[in-house]
């Protein structure tokens, strides 16, 4: 079983991570994760998306899409996190 209460940590930190970083930053966030939508979609056919639009602002989600959520929001702070830190950048 799923649980809220470690989405609502991860929207947390995406958020706090989000008032650090950049316009640059955030931008190259997107692409990263645009990127990655871009190989999945390559690999194993286009997303439906009509599923995943109609979550927003839903107020009971079953357990299924609690972890969907809780993993998507997982990944944006790693992103996040990994944009925020360097990693992958060349050290001067």
């Known amino acids: 079983m799923t649980d809220l209460s470690t989405f609502a940590q991860y929207i ?4 706090q991570l989000i008032e650090k ?3 640059e930053d955030l ?15 390559n690999k194993y056919g286009e997303l439906p998306l009509e599923e ?24 944006l702070v790693g992103v996040l996190g990994n944009v ?9």
Request: aromatic share 2%; charged share 20%; net charge negative.
């Open 21 to 23: 970083v950049s316009k």
């Open 27 to 41: 931008a190259e966030c997107a692409r990263l994760l645009a990127l990655n939508v871009a190989h999945y979609q």
């Open 12 to 15: 947390k930190l995406a958020d």
């Open 52 to 75: 995943q639009l109609a979550m927003i602002g839903m107020t009971k989600p079953n357990d299924e899409q609690i972890q969907m959520l809780t993993d998507g929001m997982e990944i």
């Open 84 to 92: 925020v830190t360097g990693i992958g950048e060349s050290k001067h």
